[in-house]
């Protein structure tokens, strides 16, 4: 990302990228190089066309799982000194709080987010009819920010998130349930030819079709 201004502006592509980053990006402490792993190749070039950055994708292993992530590292000290002002931090997976990030770009940080380490399930409630349900998640290893997650959705779109606030697996999650998902997903996907990970997005159309189906047969049964 050329980058000949000493600031950087926000824009729906790089609050989608802030996004990204907040869940399985980092920040060196060379205090220059920024670095995005993925097990997704489709993100990595996601984030890359988004910076507009031609550095070479190589390849990362787990120490863990021993399983090989795609990975994109570059060097931009005006764009890394930004990611710090605006809540951005080395080692951040613990310690990250609140994004300062304007209303306006918000659903295109959280769609990011979403992408790089949220979740969506879905199951039939047979206590209900047999009622189709979902439900979309988003996660943090740091309490204080998917506090200040939950802050921001619900003071924007007004609805409430569940909280697990005892940590399972490492992390906090922030669940909401169909109705709710329903709002955000129009919120995140509010409009064509945005940057979004494929197989995340294909399965929430499919929850909703599926959803939409299930309703139209309870309004035959009813009339």
């Known amino acids: 990302m050329k980058t ?4 950087i502006k926000w824009s729906r ?4 990228v802030v996004g990204l980053l907040a869940t ?3 920040l060196s402490k060379d205090e220059r190089h920024i670095d995005f792993t993925s097990k997704d190749i489709q993100l990595i070039k996601i984030f890359k066309n988004c910076l507009g950055i031609k550095n070479k994708i190589t390849l990362k292993t787990s120490g863990f799982s021993e399983k090989n992530y795609f990975r994109i590292q570059f060097g931009n000290v005006v764009l890394y000194k930004w990611f710090l ?8 997976t613990k310690t990250i709080g609140k994004i300062k990030i304007q209303d306006k770009y918000f659903f295109d940080f959280l769609r990011g987010h979403f992408d790089g380490d949220g979740s969506c399930y879905s199951y039939w409630d047979k206590r209900w009819n047999s009622s189709f349900m979902f439900y979309i998640n988003f996660v943090s290893a ?3 920010h998917i506090l200040w997650l939950k802050y921001r959705i619900d003071k924007l779109v007004k609805i409430n998130g569940s909280m697990d606030m005892v940590k ?4 906090y999650k922030l669940k909401y349930a169909k109705k709710d998902s329903k709002i955000l997903i129009s919120k995140m996907y509010y409009k064509k030819k945005l940057p979004y990970l494929k197989r995340k997005y294909t399965k929430l159309i499919k929850f909703l079709l599926i959803d939409n189906g299930e309703m139209e047969r309870e309004k035959a049964r009813v009339m």
């Open 142 to 144: 740091s309490e204080k």
């Open 168 to 171: 399972r697996n490492g992390v």
């Open 85 to 92: 002002k605006i809540g951005l931090t080395p080692n951040k």
């Open 13 to 16: 592509n790089i609050a989608y």
């Open 4 to 7: 000949k201004r000493k600031s």
């Open 24 to 26: 399985d990006g980092s």
